[in-house]
């Protein structure tokens, strides 16, 4: 059974920093991209950033470009998510997704919200 569990959200002032990490198990974790959406109040859920499964290749949403870093540890079946300078719109819940894309298997989520 695949098993998703978000966690270090929290709340945080415009320009703070957060780091997400995502535990994965139930499937051979290294030899899947992943990836992170998020979903803000009243909106759907958004892409933000994908890993393949090296490590060696990511991808970012304009809008967390040089802001964010994706980051995984195969070792540990563990995808991380760094979010520094957060903004008031990052507020939302933080979803890690099993593959490529916002459609796959995702874990509960994590509250990041960023507020003055």
């Known amino acids: 059974e695949v098993r998703l569990v978000e966690s270090g959200g929290g709340l945080v002032q415009p320009g703070g920093s957060l780091r997400l990490s995502c535990a994965a198990s139930g499937f051979e974790f290294s030899g899947y991209d992943m990836t992170w959406a998020r979903q803000a109040p009243g909106k759907g859920l958004e892409y933000v950033s994908s890993?393949?499964?090296?490590?060696?290749?990511?991808d970012y949403a304009d809008s967390v470009k040089g802001r964010f870093t994706i980051s995984r540890d195969n070792a540990k079946n563990t995808l991380f998510l760094q979010m520094n300078s957060l903004k008031t719109d990052d507020t939302g819940v933080y979803y890690c997704?099993?593959?490529?894309?916002?459609?796959?298997?995702r874990g509960q989520g994590t509250q990041v919200s960023v507020s003055p």
């Open positions: 890993i393949n499964w090296t490590g060696g290749e990511t």
């Open positions: 997704v099993l593959g490529r894309g916002v459609r796959g298997e």
